[in-house]
């Protein structure tokens, strides 16, 4: 046990510890929801991960995506890995630097029961869960974070094996910018969501 | 017939299918996911999915942000 599961231990007991790092968990796509999801998840003891994402790192990310102004140009999803490492220096993350397509999605994911829908657009979101949700136990999805005025409620809707985060209705290509506090607060409920169900805790 | 869309009771004079459904409730219906008594269909047999006095219909749609 290294000294991060030691400090860990003193808020989980053992067999919660080994529950939560039996299970792997797969990312779609590694911006401001899927690297705030996984730092959360990676600090709530998960140590398996599988990270699909096609970006560098822009300037424009450093708003609320978990990177620093001295990545910028550097691969997100190699990026992520190291900042998993620095948290849990056992984590084992697996990363492909390349464009999630339904065309490509049985090459990833396997064996992982948490499968967390993180793309920032509305066609790959929808196009992801529809491709996986009869291919794992879990999604866990963010949908309607990126709101400035007038802002509606976050609240979390199952559809099926899909759990969804967000309100469901304030699209970022509308005009509404995804700041820090939204989307971190929508990734932190998604993350809640992976964290409950692998302890089998019961979601309202 | 009677059916509950997104937790409302909605009154329907006729039958009516899952694409019907989604093209009233929804504003866009190219990036909606929609189950049915608790199980996940399709979009592709929307147009085949007759709904039931008594059927609970959940429909998300996805929009942009993350």
Request: proline share 3%.
């Amino acid at each position: 046990m290294n000294a991060f599961e030691e400090g860990l231990v003193r808020y989980l007991n053992g067999d919660q510890l080994k529950k939560i790092q039996s299970l792997k968990i797969g990312i779609g796509d590694a911006g401001g929801l899927g690297s705030n999801v996984a730092v959360i998840l990676t600090r709530s003891g998960f140590k398996h991960f599988e990270i699909v994402d096609q970006d560098v790192i822009d300037a424009s990310n450093l708003n609320r995506q978990q990177y620093f102004a001295d990545e910028i140009g550097a691969v997100k999803v190699e990026t992520l890995k190291k900042r998993l490492l620095q948290i849990n220096p056992e984590v084992e993350v697996l990363v492909h630097h390349v464009k999630w397509t339904p065309e490509t999605g049985t090459a990833y994911f396997h064996s992982c029961p948490f499968i967390i829908e993180a793309f920032d657009q509305a066609q790959w979101k929808f196009q992801f869960v529809q491709y996986y949700q009869n291919k794992t136990k879990w999604i866990i999805s963010g949908n309607g974070m990126a709101r400035l005025l007038e802002k509606k409620p976050m609240n979390l809707r199952k559809v099926g094996n899909v759990y969804i985060v967000g309100d469901h209705s304030t699209d970022s290509t509308q005009g509404h910018p995804p700041m820090a506090p939204r989307v971190t607060a929508c990734a932190a409920m998604m993350a809640e969501v992976v964290l409950d169900l692998a302890l089998g805790i019961k979601i309202n | 017939m009677k059916i509950t869309i997104n937790g409302q009771e909605k009154e329907f004079t006729s039958s009516v299918n899952l694409k019907k459904v989604i093209e009233q409730f929804c504003k866009d219906s190219q990036h909606v996911i929609a189950e049915v008594n608790g199980t996940i269909i399709k979009s592709q047999v929307w147009p085949e999915k007759n709904l039931s006095n008594g059927d609970t219909v959940e429909l998300v749609n996805f929009v942009g942000g993350g």
